[in-house]
């Protein structure tokens, strides 16, 4: 792995800015004006003197989103009215944890930025929305819809390599964004040869860059083109990990299944296209998912495989650590390529992205949930392995197992359902 812990040289440094925000301390300041001009401020005129050109990207929140989902599992801070004259909350942490708070925070300190003051020499790009505010230069950039700082850094590094920029770090505390800007390091690479990047990862003591430049000659296109859907597959925020299993023991199964690359890699090719549960690409990742269980596996279905598992006793007592359904890896399958696709098309500033239900999400009481499995609930198609043992006939007592959860009495329970 390419990283170390020196500052590399760099001309031009883009900020995930809500990284930014949950970093820096708000000191003495008591209103929001004095936040701005006290922390952030002096804090961006700062990293300017390090580079020529600083890049802060805020994320957009956006109600119908499958990310305003993965928001809400975090919980949800009171709501506070942004203004220059607003008082600082006293817990700044739990303001954050509240989408319209940062919205509200992001603009008032962009409406800052632009009316500030800078050295001469020096840019500024920070997003407004769908748009960016452009200090210091009369070169603009183009309006975007992504919603994820994560993906929209990405435009801000190819705004800077095509005009002229060489050396650029990428600041973020997030491991998407490593594997995002190396799965699509091949198109930058190709509009300017020579330039050379880096991601600056973690605060303080995890502090650490890593050269895209290396990693991406080190593991081949190939493998770089696959890391957004292999991420994306074996567990990201959006998509759920396989039960006991993480990224080393994937990675081990990649290794040992090289021929999932294909499957891996077609999501950058056509991305949003889904995999028929009979093409080649799902027989891979399934296969893949049956090494993943079962290094010495042979077989071929997860099926198959979970009924050998059980039948062997391994697991038994727990279900979630035997590979998922058929059905259940279909629509895991969905969700994934549906995150991947939004990363891989990160290039794009308006990004074309399909609604996600027909992706293994449903939309439940306005907000998605995943589709876990297609197939009916145990409890409603194993009802004959239900017994009682009531003997008062005619009719079952009130007691009565069957009655209470609103079944029929079967041939297995006492009464042979003659009640």
């Known amino acids: 792995m390419s990283t170390n812990q020196e500052t590399p040289h760099y001309d031009a440094k ?14 003495e300041a008591t209103t929001f004006s004095e936040y701005s001009h006290q922390v952030f401020l002096p804090w961006l005129k700062r990293q300017l003197e390090n580079c020529n050109r600083i890049d802060i990207v805020w994320d957009t929140y956006k109600l119908d989103s499958l990310k305003e989902a993965t928001r809400e599992k975090r919980g949800k801070g009171k ?54 505010v452009v200090k210091g230069t009369n070169r603009v950039m183009q309006n975007s819809n992504h919603e994820e700082a994560d993906t929209r850094m990405c435009l801000h590094v190819q705004d800077a390599v095509q005009k002229g920029v060489l050396n650029i770090v990428v600041s973020t505390v997030d491991t998407d964004v490593v594997l995002i800007l190396l799965g699509i390091f091949c198109h930058l690479r190709r509009q300017n040869p020579i330039f050379q990047l880096w991601v600056e990862f973690g605060k303080g003591k995890t502090l650490r860059y890593y050269h895209i430049n290396s990693l991406f000659d080190q593991v081949g296109e190939e493998v770089a083109r696959s890391m957004p859907f292999f991420h994306a597959f074996t567990g990201c925020d959006t998509t759920s990990q396989f039960g006991g299993k993480g990224k080393k023991s994937a990675w081990k199964a990649w290794k040992a299944l090289p021929q999932a690359t294909t499957a891996f890699t077609a999501p950058s090719q056509h991305p949003f296209s889904t995999f028929d549960a009979h093409s080649d690409e799902f027989k891979l990742l399934e296969r893949f998912v049956c090494v993943l269980y079962d290094s010495t596996t042979q077989l071929v279905e997860v099926n198959d495989l979970r009924q050998e598992l059980f039948s062997q006793g391994k697991n038994v007592r727990m279900m979630h650590a035997l590979p998922p359904t058929k059905a259940s890896l279909e629509q895991h399958i969905n969700r994934s390529i549906y995150q991947a696709s939004i990363w891989l098309t990160s290039l794009d500033s308006i990004q074309a992205v399909p609604s996600p239900d027909n992706f293994g999400w449903a939309k439940l009481e306005d907000i998605w949930k995943p589709v876990w499995t297609t197939l009916s609930e145990a409890a409603s198609s194993c009802r004959e392995l239900i017994k009682c043992g009531c003997k008062a006939l005619p009719l079952c007592s009130k007691k009565c197992i069957c009655k209470n959860t609103q079944l029929k009495c079967t041939s297995l329970c006492a009464c042979r359902g003659n009640c």
């Open 14 to 27: 883009i900020f995930d800015g809500a990284v930014i925000v949950h970093s820096l301390h708000k000191g």
């Open 79 to 132: 709501l506070k009215k942004v203004t220059p004259l607003t008082r600082m909350p006293v817990n700044f942490s739990s303001f954050l944890r509240n989408s319209r708070n940062k919205e509200g925070l992001f603009t008032l300190l962009t409406a800052e930025v632009a009316s500030s003051e800078f050295p001469d020499g020096k840019e500024i790009y920070i997003t407004a929305g769908n748009s960016v």
